[in-house]
């Protein structure tokens, strides 16, 4: 994945990602066995969303693309569901077959009209997304949402968060008088929040509410868009903290408007995911900010290649203990992850023991798998990334159905000298892939302690996405090839949940979370 290269402006006032690189190197299956397919939607959500956009004359609009007619959309229809069966780990490991097939049937007999290529791919997403795993997904239709914000249309404006007790709104309050950051969405358009959020929960592609809500809070302008289309504005009940209520109506903004909002909204704390930071803190603690398990630098030749990140981490743990630190605390908050040949790099700096990412990787064999494969081999010129070869031999004579276990092997601490001190991870719902398994290998292996909230990504996982096209629309499925254990073999669909819990909070003008993690680690608990 590409990096975020965000800095700490308002949210709608971020300068937009390089879409086209960004897209390439998120959706890029690397050495880590294409793992990052999650945090590559987010980094999708990111690209779509106007917490990301940049103020760069609009794009033209394009001609609107033909209908797909009834006949053509039911015949992908049938090879999208046959296609998922085929190469899906384990497409029925959360829905029963019989429940899936009474979808199926259900959704291709209304199919009896003509679709815009937008609709078709929002409700094969929907199909695809009914089998809770978060690695079986068809992306959002990025460059149609691009047009049609370049275009000037207006999108709901408002972010929100969800907590027990319901929604709460974390953005966007600038849009309308009235409006707080921690109100509790009551209804939109007189449809009780519940509903009207559980109707956009069904396009994400999620193992668990808990990722699905993750996922919600970057993505919900453009989901709202897919839902229902284009409105002048929408009808809002709020809840006060203290239990009043408000009826408040919210305009739907274009991208001036979002500017204008966030002008009017309170300065918060948010992370830069795109940071290498490394400090000492007060009361003798380290702090590390790895940032992401790639290269993202711009211009960089291989975001794969970790050589600048070992000068990073090496001349880090160097001035650490130079300094003689004795705690130190590894914020992966908001990281998207990346490649565990960066990561063990970092690990190895503290490992007391020789470690992995992943106590069984176990794949599926299949037609498309293969073929997914064999494009990445080609296109590298015939087996640079090694990991692809050695993928093209384990498939090898084993025929579409099967399975094969994919070796993973122990990853050695380094010669001293190392850092042989308390260690301690942060971690958020919006640490994703490769930042999962680090906080995992962290707690399964005693390598350290946990700090923060549950991961939404899942430490073991159904992953490794590959992805085939649909024969009429060229629509691209995404699906997962492998069953994926955290290094304990637990196969529970659970994050990395914390050893000691800190609560995010809705919103904060400065890093409360560090300061309480902080706390917490000077305080020897």
């Excluded at 929907?126 to 795993?133: D, L, P, Q």
């Excluded at 002008?263 to 490394?278: Q, W």
Aim: charged residues 25%; aromatic residues 10%.
């Amino acid at each position: 994945m590409a990096g975020l290269a965000w800095t700490r402006v308002p949210w709608d006032d971020k300068p937009r990602m390089a879409a086209a690189t960004t897209m390439e190197l998120s959706m890029k299956p690397g050495p880590f066995f294409g793992r990052f397919c999650l945090p590559a939607i987010l980094l999708l959500a990111a690209a779509c969303s106007e917490r990301a956009h940049d103020h760069a004359a609009p794009a033209p609009v394009p001609a609107p693309a033909p209908a797909i007619e009834p006949d053509a959309l039911r015949a992908d229809f049938d090879a999208l569901y046959a296609g998922l069966q085929a190469a899906h780990y384990d497409l029925f490991a959360r829905r029963e077959r019989r429940d899936y097939d009474a979808r199926f049937q259900a959704m291709r007999a209304a199919f009896d009209r003509p679709l815009t290529p937008v609709q078709a791919r929002t409700a094969f997403q929907r199909f695809v997304a009914y089998g809770n795993v978060a690695h079986a997904r068809i992306d959002p239709p990025l460059d149609a949402w691009e047009a049609f914000r370049s275009g000037g249309g207006k999108a709901f404006p408002l972010y929100v968060r969800m907590e027990p007790d319901g929604a709460h709104l974390i953005d966007g309050t600038g849009a309308a008088p009235g409006l707080a950051i921690g109100d509790r969405l009551e209804s939109v358009d007189g449809i009780p929040a519940a509903d009207w959020l559980g109707r956009l929960r069904a396009q994400l592609s999620a193992d668990n509410d808990y990722m699905a809500w993750a996922q919600l809070e970057r993505l919900l302008p453009l989901l709202v868009w897919l839902e229902s289309g284009e409105a002048d504005r929408f009808e809002v009940v709020v809840a006060r903290p203290d239990g009043r209520r408000a009826a408040v109506a919210v305009p739907a903004l274009d991208r001036a408007g979002f500017e204008s909002a966030a002008a009017a909204a309170p300065p918060r704390f948010e992370l830069d995911a795109n940071a290498r930071e490394a400090r000492m803190l007060e009361r003798g603690i380290a702090y590390l900010r790895p940032g992401p398990f790639y290269d993202h630098r711009p211009g960089a030749p291989d975001p794969w290649d970790a050589t600048e990140f070992q000068r990073f981490v090496d001349a880090a743990f160097g001035d650490f203990l130079d300094r003689g630190a004795s705690r130190l605390l590894i914020d992966l908050r908001d990281n998207p992850g990346g490649d565990n040949a960066f990561s063990d790099r970092m690990i190895a700096w503290f490992a007391s023991r020789p470690f992995r990412f992943s106590e069984k990787f176990h794949i599926k064999v299949s037609e498309a798998a293969v073929a997914s494969n064999r494009r990445r081999l080609d296109a590298q010129g015939g087996g640079e990334d090694t990991v692809s070869a050695q993928l093209a031999a384990a498939y090898a004579g084993h025929p579409p159905g099967s399975f094969v276990d994919f070796p993973i092997p122990f990853v050695p601490p380094r010669p001293a000298p190392r850092f042989e001190g308390e260690v301690f991870v942060l971690v958020n719902r919006h640490s994703y892939s490769n930042a999962v398994l680090v906080a995992a290998i962290v707690q399964d292996d005693g390598f350290g302690t946990v700090l923060g909230e549950e991961t939404s990504d899942l430490a073991s996982t159904y992953g490794a996405m590959e992805t085939f096209a649909l024969p009429r629309t060229g629509i691209e499925v995404g699906f997962p090839k492998a069953r994926i254990l955290r290094p304990d073999g637990d196969p529970g669909a659970r994050g990395v949940v914390p050893d000691l819990p800190i609560r995010t909070p809705l919103a904060a003008g400065d890093d409360v979370v560090l300061a309480q993690a902080t706390a917490i680690i000077a305080a020897g608990r």
